[in-house]
Every structure is written in structure tokens, then in C-alpha cells.
């Protein structure tokens, strides 16, 4: 009986998986960083040189946009 090839192993991922992983990774970050600049009070965005408008505007981008 002849061994079947396997296509895709974990230890060499194909590019279209890598571009997927990366993508999904890309959005994760936007999101729970976005999340996380709504939640900064105003002396934090002063500290990091951002204001309220622009922190609302960053947030309120949707995940998948840059």
C-alpha cells in the first residue's frame, strides 16, 4: 500500500496559510488596540500626544481598515 502525501504540514505553512494568519493577526491588533484608546482618559492621551478627537476617530475605525 502506497504512503499518502501530506500537502500541508505545520512546520512548513503555505503562503496563502501565512497571509491569512497574517491578516487575521493584523485585525486582532487593530481592534484590541482601538478598544483600548477609547478607554484612555484624557491626562493618558495628552501623555501619548493625542486628542480626544483623534482618539475617537482612530477607535471608531472598523478592524479591517488601516
Not at 14 to 39: H, M, Y
Request: glycine share 4%; aromatic share 10%.
Amino acid at each position: 500500500m502506497e504512503a499518502k502525501t501530506c500537502y500541508w504540514q505545520a512546520t512548513d505553512p503555505s503562503p496563502v496559510f501565512l497571509r491569512v494568519k497574517n491578516t487575521l493577526d493584523k485585525w486582532n491588533r487593530n481592534f484590541l488596540t482601538r478598544r483600548e484608546l477609547r478607554r484612555l482618559e484624557d491626562h493618558q492621551l495628552d501623555d501619548i500626544g493625542i486628542d480626544r478627537l483623534d482618539a475617537e476617530r482612530e477607535a471608531g475605525k472598523p478592524f479591517w481598515q488601516d
